[in-house]
């Protein structure tokens, strides 16, 4: 089975304009990502609409691809650069990994999770989710939760805290049920991915502003891994200042 990981990179992010050209020791966050995706997949390609980040990624010796700056989701553009890529390299891909261009520590465990329900023929679509153990992480809504049914399938996704812990003190609910978040990255199989980029926005998509509700909305079922590793995910300067402050970078 070919596998593909392709990161989605935009330079026009509202909160930290440029973000994947953000300097980390030394790297720009890209490169980064990029280096860590190389570990288990042979093919890996940066999605783009800007020149800016296509030379950058050039510089390093990575793969890049320009892109329509029209998408609204990661997903959309890796459904237009598989097209793309599938001609330069010749060959086709059977599963395509989208990997989040602002995490640059996610770890090779979670790529292998993230392929190992794709021995199964029935699998469309795979994410990862982590148990939670910090009581605010239940009621923050940037950090969206998921339920999953017991054929591993995510039955929903929110950023309110689900499922409701019906008598008890929301201060006490992470001692009465396990809660998961979601781990936000994807693996499509190739047909698959082609048909959830042609799909028009769901009202549980724009209510919940989470793209993966198209999904489920329509009748597309999502294998949830589990992983213990955290998303450190970079949405502005302060959450570089604040890993380097812990140590992790």
């Known amino acids: 089975m070919n596998f593909i990981a392709i990161i989605p990179a935009r330079y026009g992010s509202t909160r930290f304009p440029g973000k994947p050209l953000a300097d980390i020791k030394g790297k720009i966050m890209i490169q980064r990502v990029f280096e860590q995706a190389s570990k288990s997949f042979e093919t890996v390609y940066v999605a783009t609409d800007d020149k800016r980040i296509a030379q950058k990624v050039d510089a390093f010796g990575g793969n890049y691809i320009m892109t329509s700056r029209r998408h609204k989701s990661g997903t959309d553009r890796c459904a237009e650069a598989i097209e793309k890529i599938r001609d330069i390299e010749n060959k086709a891909f059977d599963v395509i990994v989208n990997v989040q261009g602002d995490e640059p520590f996610v770890q090779p465990e979670q790529f292998a999770q993230i392929k190992k329900p794709f021995r199964f023929k029935r699998t469309q679509i795979a994410t990862l989710a982590k148990p939670i153990i910090n009581q605010a992480d239940i009621f923050n809504p940037n950090k969206p939760k998921l339920i999953i ?60 502003s989470l793209e993966q509700l198209r999904w489920i909305e329509n009748g597309y079922k999502i294998r949830v891994e589990l992983t213990e590793h955290e998303a450190l995910s970079i949405d502005t300067k302060k959450d570089i200042d604040r890993l380097e402050h812990i140590g992790l970078i």
């Open 149 to 208: 049914n017991q054929k591993k399938e995510a039955i929903y996704f929110s950023r309110s805290p689900i499922p409701f812990i019906r008598g008890k003190l929301q201060k006490k609910w992470i001692y009465h049920h396990q809660f998961y978040k979601h781990i936000g990255l994807y693996a499509y199989r190739y047909k698959v991915l082609k048909d959830i980029a042609a799909l028009e926005r769901t009202t549980l998509e724009i209510a919940e």
